[in-house]
Nanobody
Framework: QVQLVESGGGLVQAGGSLRLSCAAS????????MGWYRQAPGKQREAVAT???????NYADSVKGRFTISRDNAKNTAYLQMNSLKPEDTAVYYC??????????????WGQGTQVTVSS
């Protein structure tokens, strides 16, 4: 059984910062890509940032220069450092990871989500 647990969400004023963490646990052979997604009320879930096992990153245009994704492979954990937060960043943030429990193709797992609210 594999589990992803996010933490670090909360309420912050515009211009502030938050750091999200996503820890994977369970029967893990290896983890390929990890990523952060978000879903605002009434909107579809969208990709925010992704990172490969080798450290290659990709960001949504809306967060480039403000957010930084990183990972600690030894801890099976991904992070999202969010700076210069804007009210439009308000959403539930979800972690996704492509996890192999044995050699072969990875399966996508989702965390339960963590609320980020940015007040103006």
């Amino acid at each position: 059984q594999v589990q992803l647990v996010e933490s670090g969400g909360g309420l912050v004023q515009a211009g502030g910062s938050l750091r999200l963490s996503c820890a994977a646990s369970g029967s893990i052979f290896s983890i390929n890509a990890m990523g952060w997604y978000r879903q605002a009320p009434g909107k579809q879930r969208e990709a925010v940032a992704t990172i490969t096992s080798g450290g290659t990153t990709n960001y949504a245009d809306s967060v480039k220069g403000r957010f930084t994704i990183s990972r600690d492979n030894a801890k099976n954990t991904a992070y999202l450092q969010m700076n210069s937060l804007k009210p439009e960043d308000t959403a539930v943030y979800y972690c996704n990871a492509q996890i192999m429990t044995m050699p072969g193709a990875g399966v996508g797992y989702w965390g339960q989500g963590t609320q980020v609210t940015v007040s103006s």
